[in-house]
């Protein structure tokens, strides 16, 4: 069975790529109110010692289409400078 993202829910994992003390620890991505989310996560501690998590939330964007035409078939019309 495929995984299917649902309304109000997403998973996050451990960041692996992490390259600063700033870059999320957890990554991964849900689904509010119908549109598609990426989740950043940081575990964080309370002057308690007490553990926690925030959370952040960006909605994803489409990814913009490359033109994958070779240099000689592009016009210069259509080079916008």
Do not use: C, H
Request: glycine share 6%; hydrophobic share 30%.
């Amino acid at each position: 069975m495929a995984y299917e993202v649902r309304d109000m829910s997403g998973s996050v994992f451990k960041n692996t790529r992490r390259d600063r003390d700033t870059s999320p620890e957890l990554t991964g991505s849900g689904m509010i109110f119908g549109k598609e989310v990426w989740i950043n996560a940081w575990v964080k501690t309370d002057k308690n010692g007490n553990k926690w998590i925030s959370f952040a939330f960006k909605e994803k964007q489409p990814k913009p289409e490359v033109d994958t035409r070779p240099m000689s078939q592009i016009t210069d019309d259509e080079i916008p400078f």
